[in-house]
């Protein structure tokens, strides 16, 4: 997998960024990557690695497993600078985990 960042800056100066990651799903013969890309007001390049890294390891078990860990992520307030985010999911054979 790849992961990549950039910049999109607006007209008034306003600054988001992106974050992506490029993966290549797990299988034999012909198949098109599929990349997961965060658009954020916040420059957190640290966190939101973490975060499509569970994205990743999701995508390996199975594709119906990223959706609801990205809305447990957007329903969840974002952690001040310094502290943790808790996100309550499930994992089939693990049963529901926090993440921070």
């Known amino acids: 997998s790849e992961t990549?960042?950039?910049?999109?800056?607006?007209?008034?100066?306003?600054?988001?960024?992106?974050?992506?990651?490029?993966?290549?799903p797990n299988g034999k013969g012909p198949?098109?990557?599929?990349?997961?890309?965060?658009i954020s007001r916040l420059g957190c390049f640290d966190l939101f690695s973490k975060i499509l890294d569970e994205v990743e390891r999701r995508r390996g078990i199975s594709a119906a497993?990223?959706?609801p860990f990205m809305r447990s992520l957007m329903e969840s307030p974002f952690p001040a600078p310094g502290k943790t985010i808790k996100v309550k999911t499930f994992l089939p054979g693990a049963g529901n985990e926090v993440k921070s």
């Open 4 to 24: 990549f960042s950039f910049m999109l800056t607006g007209e008034d100066g306003s600054r988001r960024f992106g974050y992506c990651r490029r993966l290549l």
């Open 65 to 67: 497993l990223v959706y």
């Open 31 to 38: 198949r098109l990557p599929e990349v997961y890309c965060v």
